[in-house]
């Protein structure tokens, strides 16, 4: 089968899966136990701690390991809500309609209960942040600003380098959080010399292990857990750690070095796909960007009229090929929230499929890929009677 699904989940590293085979066989210690084994294995923890540091460069940050990035998410806005929303003013919170499901309806879920006012920033119709509208949303009472690096579905890529300072020239208390899923261990960050408080990641999304994400956050915000019963991750997270999995994170970080930073590889398969996409399949409109300066070549999102998406990415399936229709974590949604928020039209956005790369997708690949899709979309119309 030729997976084109990475967005949604990367297949784990070898070299990953060996590490965390050997420790589930030979360290497998409670950390929180005093013996000498349990010390290994709470070494092994805080070498991956600061392994994270060091390749954030966060160098003070509180790092907190979590079961996913929804659950780093939700303590990070959690936080916010605890330690933050106090006072008689009309606080509000600032993100966007096309945040990942565990930003937005996290963030509906928890400000609003609190009083607080969510502001919605206005984007184009690929995703794209309207800057004077940001810029006008902000004020002294402006307590959180989370929007995400990469998106999830259109493949948009933030300058949160930018966009941090312009909030920070405002309002310098404001918390500013940015969901870096999509681009953790794909592209080079260095948090220390950015307005950035939080960030949140997830191992499986750059070749390493499901089930572990983290929250890392500068010394000055104050984070708070939201259950109880432990005093693991600094009481911040209880719960016997997942010692293999957090290791197998910080090797999937290190090896992703191998090509954080090379992005021109990657861009000349996209560029090279979008290109073999559209020279044999008549009708087809692209919503992720095509400028290296704004968009992620690891996701492709495109309509394709005339071709229902989920009815197109079985027929895809059926051949061996793996796409998706939207985020994972939306899947049972018939119509892509993030698609119909940016302006798209709903039609179109039931016509849309996501292709995502990883750095082991070759142009031979996406050569197949879309001789069965061209193949696909023929048939279907075919079916369905389009015409222009």
């Excluded at 995703?127 to 810029?135: A, F, L, V």
């Excluded at 750690?241 to 930073?261: D, Q």
């Excluded at 409109?285 to 704004?294: A, I, K, L, R, S």
């Excluded at 992620?296 to 989920?310: H, Q, R």
Aim: charged share 25%.
């Amino acid at each position: 089968m030729l997976y084109f699904d990475n967005a949604a989940t990367t297949k784990t590293d070898r070299r990953v899966a060996d590490l965390m085979n050997q420790i589930l066989k030979e360290d497998y210690a409670n950390a929180s136990s005093r013996h000498v084994l349990g010390r290994k294995s709470r070494e092994r923890i805080e070498s991956a701690r600061q392994a994270l540091r060091e390749h954030f460069i966060m160098p003070q940050a509180t790092v907190v390991f979590t079961s996913s990035a929804t659950e780093a998410n939700n303590l990070a806005l959690f936080s916010i809500q605890k330690n933050y929303l106090k006072g008689n003013k009309p606080l509000n919170v600032v993100t966007t309609k096309i945040e990942h499901p565990s930003v937005y309806e996290a963030i509906r879920q928890i400000f609003v209960t609190s009083g607080a006012q969510i502001r919605y920033i206005r984007t184009d119709i690929r995703g794209n942040i309207d800057m004077e509208h940001y810029r006008s949303v902000i004020d002294e009472n402006t307590v959180l600003i989370s929007l995400n690096h990469v998106n999830n579905e259109l493949g948009t890529k933030n300058d949160i380098v930018v966009l941090s300072k312009a909030a920070k020239e405002i309002n310098d208390k404001i918390v500013f959080h940015s969901d870096i899923v999509q681009g953790a261990g794909k592209f080079v960050y260095n948090i220390d010399e950015m307005d950035v408080d939080m960030i949140t990641l997830s191992a499986h999304k750059f070749h390493g292990p499901k089930g572990v994400g983290a929250l890392m956050a500068k010394s000055h915000v104050r984070l708070s857990p939201f259950y109880y019963g432990g005093e693991q991750e600094e009481e911040l997270r209880p719960g016997t750690e997942n010692i293999a999995a957090i290791e197998g994170m910080r090797m999937a970080l290190a090896l992703s070095m191998e090509e954080v930073g090379q992005e021109e590889k990657i861009w000349a398969i996209n560029k090279h796909l979008r290109s073999e996409m559209k020279n044999k399949i008549s009708d087809i409109y692209f919503h992720t960007p095509d400028q290296t300066c704004n968009a992620s070549p690891y996701i492709l999102n495109a309509a394709i009229a005339g071709c229902k998406a989920e009815v197109l990415s079985r027929m895809m399936d059926e051949k061996g090929i793996a796409v998706s229709t939207s985020s994972a974590c939306s899947s049972k949604k018939k119509i892509s929230r993030v698609l119909t928020e940016t302006g798209i039209k709903r039609e179109d956005a039931q016509n849309s499929i996501r292709i995502s790369l990883s750095r082991y997708t070759t142009k031979e690949q996406c050569d197949e890929l879309v001789c069965v899709l061209a193949q696909s979309v023929e048939r279907l119309r075919k079916i369905t009677k389009y015409s222009r």
